[in-house]
Each structure stands twice: as C-alpha cells, then as structure tokens.
C-alpha cells in the first residue's frame, strides 16, 4: 500500500469521513459557544426517566388517492381527508367517531430515496360516547403511505373525557401497507397525569 494512500485514508478518519460520510455535520466542531454566565444554566440530569403510558387509539381510514394538490410558493399541499375513523381506549373499547378529518400537509421530497416527506397537519372532530365532542389537532412528520410521529392535542367540555384535555399526546401511527392509519396515543409523562384521569391509567 502507498503512503500517500495510507495519509489519505488517516486523514479521512481524522475528519470522520469514512465513517459516516452522508450524515457528516456541516458544522464546524471547534466552534466557539459562550459557556453558562452561573451554575443555574448548567445540564443536569433528568429527575426521573419518562414513561409511555398507552391513552388511547385512533384507526383513521384516508382515501389517499382522492387528494386535492396545489403546488404553493411553499410547497406541494396535499389535502386528503378521511372515509371513517375510530378511537379505542387502552382495553380496545370503543369510545369515539371521528368525523370530517382532514389532513392539509406539505409534501417534499424525503431524505431517503424513493420516499416523500410530508409535514402533517390533521384537524379532525370526534363523536364522543357521551354526546359531547373533541377538537383534534395532529401535527408532525410522516413518511407519505408509511408512517409518521406525530403530537396530539385535544380539547373538549366532556366531562367524562376531560383528562384529554392539555396533553401533548405523543402519537406514532403507521400504514402496514393499508390506507387505515393506526395512531397510537401515549401520555408523555407518567409523572405528570393530567387531573380525572380514568382509575385504569392508575390515577390517585
Ligand atoms: C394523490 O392522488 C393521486 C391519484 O389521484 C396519486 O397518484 C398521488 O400519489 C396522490 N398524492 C400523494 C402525495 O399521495
């Protein structure tokens, strides 16, 4: 092997080059950051370690060929809105009918060959099985037709569901090849369970 080939391939590892050559960061390592002024800004560790704990689960089918496309100056929005959806609370019971979903994103070209990035934006209203109704908002980032993180948030006046009220569900959903969605509905903090919440989620 030649020296030079030998340098070159050191100096590749020096820069992390070989290693991971697509996700190198375009930054510059060595810049300089203004340390904390006082202690208070200092990293500490996590007071507990967060825990998923299963809220409830939404089934939405999206006919996802019947779309509306607009090309913006931001983008391609797509508007698709849904056939039929569901939701099950954490025994599979059915609780909710969601009506009139809509999801209004922008799609781009993904990061990964052959795939298409889209910024959710979900709106969606729920029958509740009370009689009263929940406002959905759905946003986060998806993979078109296969699978998304997103964030839920819901607002209603039921009673009966009022511990779905101001949390930000963590919410991971996928297609499995189908045009029905299934979202997954997670409280993002056990230690911090919204008030009424129902004796199965092991509330005081
Ligand atoms: C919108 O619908 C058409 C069929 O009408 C389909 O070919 C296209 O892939 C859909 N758009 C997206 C982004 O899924």
């Known amino acids: 092997m030649r020296v030079s080939t030998i340098f070159s391939g050191l100096l590749a590892c020096a820069l992390g080059v070989s290693a ?26 996590p007071q507990y370690t967060p825990e ?17 496309t607009i090309e913006t100056p931001a983008g391609l929005q797509c508007s698709w809105w849904a056939r039929e959806g569901h939701w099950y609370d954490a025994e599979g019971r059915q609780f909710g009918e969601i009506l009139r979903a809509n999801d209004d994103g922008i799609v781009t070209e993904g990061t990964e060959p ?17 009689g009263h109704w929940a406002y959905v908002k759905h946003t986060g980032g998806a993979v078109v037709r296969q699978y998304q993180n997103g964030v839920v948030r819901v607002v209603t006046d039921s009673e009966k569901y009022s511990w779905l009220n101001r949390v930000d569900f963590v919410a991971p959903g996928s297609f499995d090849g189908t045009e029905v969605m299934t979202v997954n509905h997670y409280f993002p903090n056990a230690n911090n369970l919204p008030n009424g919440l129902p004796p199965s989620h092991g509330a005081c």
Do not use: C, M
């Open 20 to 45: 991971s050559p697509t996700i190198r960061s375009t930054f510059d390592a060595t810049t300089q950051l203004n340390p904390p002024s006082h202690e208070l800004l200092e990293w500490t560790p």
């Open 52 to 68: 998923l704990i299963p809220a409830f689960q939404a089934k939405i089918d999206w006919d996802l060929d019947n779309n509306h």
């Open 114 to 130: 052959g795939t298409r990035f889209l910024e959710l934006i979900i709106f969606y209203v729920v029958l509740l099985d009370d």
